[in-house]
């Protein structure tokens, strides 16, 4: 179940890729658009973790990449695959309407704590049955709680200013839904993670201060399963994307029937939780800067 080389893609899959805001690019040329970053750039817990805790880099993907959407809306932009107007649900409807099976998608929606609602979404294929038994099928099969322990993100910065960079770490690693809410909803032939980055102060913070150079930044993100037992290890990679110098003029504008529209006390209040969380990590950076470094970040989970 690795991830295409794009050599012998079907049509759809094209139009997929192609079909989105930002354009799909070459991995070396990837400039105001998304594409595929190398596995071996993020680091995985090993075979032997848990008696040697060392990580390796990554094998190669479980899930097939197929799409990346750069959009916004007058709300908080969710379910994206139960709207009716999702570019990405109609493709695969068009093209399997008269077939048994249809493609499994994984979407991953990163809603941006900003006024503008703005959400980066990643979608990975499965063209093949998920073995039962493996760890994706028993998450696809877990309650929340399982799946809140186990869905795990990677973030590299791959350029960006030095700020940035600081406040993100070398390879940024967390378990989601211990540090951010998320909403799991599941189709038929579909599972989609909504991530409210704005749930988490410091991930705002964070995020917030990165907007203001969005159009500079290279972030490559990768999301897996976490192994916790020697049968789970080493762990893989379901898919992974690097999106690069987004304008933030070019984010489609998407109309959600069922978004929930926040009222101005709500807005008010969130955006001062930003504030507040903004002057928390400039606090902890300034009382860091007199550390001497190594060279390394240390890696936290």
Not at 91 to 117: C, G, M, Y
Not at 184 to 210: C, K, Q, R, T
Not at 211 to 236: K, N, R, S
Request: aromatic letters at 8%; one cysteine or more.
């Amino acid at each position: 179940m690795a991830g295409s080389d794009g050599k012998n893609e079907s049509e759809w899959i094209r139009r997929v890729k192609s079909g989105g805001a930002v354009p799909f690019l070459e991995q070396d040329s990837c400039q105001n658009g998304w594409t595929t970053p190398s596995a071996d750039k993020f680091l995985v817990r090993g075979p032997n973790y848990l008696s040697d805790r060392v990580k390796t880099p990554a094998g190669d993907f479980l899930l097939m990449p197929l799409g990346f959407d750069w959009v916004k809306g007058p709300a908080k932009i969710s379910e994206i695959l139960n709207d009716p107007t999702s570019r990405v649900k109609n493709v695969i409807e068009e093209e399997f309407h008269n077939s048994e099976t249809k493609p499994f998608i994984w979407a991953f929606n990163l809603q941006l704590p900003h006024r503008d609602n703005y959400s980066a979404v990643a979608y990975f294929a499965a063209t093949e049955p998920i073995p039962e038994g493996s760890l994706m099928d028993r998450f696809l099969k877990g309650d929340e709680v399982f799946k809140k322990s186990r869905l795990k993100l990677i973030a590299n910065i791959v350029k960006g200013p030095w700020i940035v960079r600081k406040a993100v770490g070398e390879q940024a690693i967390c378990i989601i839904g211990r540090a951010l809410s998320c909403k799991y909803i599941s189709g038929e032939s579909f599972v989609e993670i909504d991530v409210d980055i704005g749930s988490s102060m410091v991930a705002s913070a964070i995020v917030h201060l990165a907007f203001g150079y969005i159009t500079t930044l290279t972030v490559d993100i990768a999301f897996l399963i976490e192994g916790q037992t020697e049968a789970e290890l080493p762990e893989q990679l379901l898919g992974a994307v690097r999106f690069s110098e987004l304008q933030p003029d070019s984010a489609m504008p998407m109309e959600q029937c069922s978004a929930t529209i926040c009222t101005n006390s709500e807005r008010s209040s969130w955006w001062k939780s930003i504030g507040h969380g903004f002057s928390n990590l400039i606090h902890q950076d300034s009382a860091n800067m007199d550390r001497k470094e190594d060279g390394k970040d240390v890696q936290k989970q």
